[in-house]
Nanobody, 121 residues
Framework: QVQLVESGGGLVQAGGSLRLSCAASGGTLYPMGWFRQAPGKERELVAAINWSGGSTNYANAVKGRFTISRDNGKNTVYLQMNSLKPEDTAVYYC????????????????WGRGTQVTVSS
């Protein structure tokens, strides 16, 4: 049983930065991803990383602004978010998958509870 706990969300002005963290326990050398869900919208992939950290993929909307990374020694995955825009406002979820690359929420086996990110204009 994998448990995921996200942290680092909050309120930030447009153009600002936040770093999200996802602490994992119960088996951690899996592909992992960050997803987000805005009100009235479907959950979507933001960024994903393979088990070693050697391969990443991003949604087009965040390429060049967000960076996913992991520290397997700390069992933690990070999402550095720069140049934030109001349209980045959503609940951000961390997830573990059994296959890589992650491209869809349907690949996730375990989810965290999410952390709210709000970007004001």
């Amino acid at each position: 049983q994998v448990q995921l706990v996200e942290s680092g969300g909050g309120l930030v002005q447009a153009g600002g930065s936040l770093r999200l963290s996802c602490a994992a326990s119960g088996g951690t050398l899996y592909p992992m991803g960050w997803f987000r869900q805005a009100p009235g919208k479907e959950r979507e992939l933001v960024a994903a990383i393979n088990w070693s950290g050697g391969s990443t993929n991003y949604a087009n909307a965040v390429k060049g602004r967000f960076t996913i990374s992991r520290d397997n020694g700390k069992n933690t995955v990070y999402l550095q978010m720069n140049s934030l825009k109001p349209e980045d406002t959503a609940v951000y979820y961390c997830a573990v998958a059994s296959s890589s690359p992650i491209s869809s929420p349907s690949q996730a086996n375990y989810w965290g509870r999410g952390t709210q990110v709000t970007v004001s204009s």
